[in-house]
Nanobody, 116 residues
Framework: QVQLVESGGGLVQAGGSLRLSCAASGSIFSINYMGWYRQAPGKQREWVAIITSGGSTNYADFVKGRFTISRDNARNTVYLQMNSLKPDDTAVYYC??????????WGQGTQVTVSN
């Protein structure tokens, strides 16, 4: 069993910041990729950012320069620092982790709401 626990969502005004966390526990070792996705009402889930076990990162164009993904390998935790938030960033944010031994797993989602 693999558990992912997300935290850090909430309500923030445009231009503000939030930091999301996602901690993985259970039968998961040597996580290869950790990433964040989001799903806005009425839209499909979309990829936001990813970080490899070696620390390489990649971002969707719409968050480049505003969001930063990082990870703590010792704690199997991934973070998403979100700055300069816009109302269009309003969505449920999901973390995803992948390991070759345990496969892909999703967090339960955390709501981020950005007001004007």
């Amino acid at each position: 069993q693999v558990q992912l626990v997300e935290s850090g969502g909430g309500l923030v005004q445009a231009g503000g910041s939030l930091r999301l966390s996602c901690a993985a526990s259970g039968s998961i070792f040597s996580i290869n990729y950790m990433g964040w996705y989001r799903q806005a009402p009425g839209k499909q889930r979309e990829w936001v950012a990813i970080i490899t076990s070696g620390g390489s990162t990649n971002y969707a164009d719409f968050v480049k320069g505003r969001f930063t993904i990082s990870r703590d390998n010792a704690r199997n935790t991934v973070y998403l620092q979100m700055n300069s938030l816009k109302p269009d960033d309003t969505a449920v944010y999901y973390c995803n982790v992948y390991s070759m031994t345990a496969g892909s797993h999703w967090g339960q989602g955390t709501q981020v709401t950005v007001s004007n």
